[in-house]
């Protein structure tokens, strides 16, 4: 069984930044594709940005693109999403995954995963 818990969510004025962090057990993130999403009420989960354990090679959605960044520490066996010039936008539940599948999946979708955490908010005053 892999347990995932966020923090670091919070309020920040647009512009600030924020780091999440996914501390796992059960399973070590660095043999492990993880994920972050987001969601709003009435929305879909929205992919925000994944790494693979193969090569550590990272995606990102569009929106983020260049102002967030995913990275994992394989010691501490958590992943973190360090959160730049923030946007009202970005106001959001934030949700760490983990995908423990070898076979190539698409890792921008809510289905490429088994495991998630319970959520962190970030909320973003303009």
């Known amino acids: 069984q892999v347990q995932l818990v966020e923090s670091g969510g919070g309020l920040v004025q647009a512009g600030g930044s924020l780091r999440l962090s996914c501390a796992a057990s059960?399973?070590?993130?660095?043999?492990?594709?993880m994920g972050w999403f987001r969601q709003t009420p009435g929305k879909e989960r929205e992919f925000v940005a994944a790494?693979?354990?193969?090569?550590?090679?990272?995606d990102y959605s569009d929106s983020v693109k260049g102002r967030f960044t995913i990275s994992r520490d394989n010691a501490k066996n958590t992943v973190y999403l360090q959160m730049n010039n923030l946007k009202p936008e970005d106001a959001a539940v934030y949700y760490c995954?983990?995908?423990?599948?070898?076979?190539?999946?698409?890792?921008?979708?809510?289905?490429?995963?088994?495991?998630w955490g319970q959520g962190t908010q970030v909320t973003v005053s303009s």
């Open positions: 790494i693979r354990w193969v090569l550590s090679s990272t």
């Open positions: 059960g399973r070590t993130v660095s043999s492990s594709n």
């Open positions: 995954a983990a995908s423990l599948r070898f076979a190539p999946v698409d890792l921008t979708t809510s289905k490429g995963y088994d495991y």
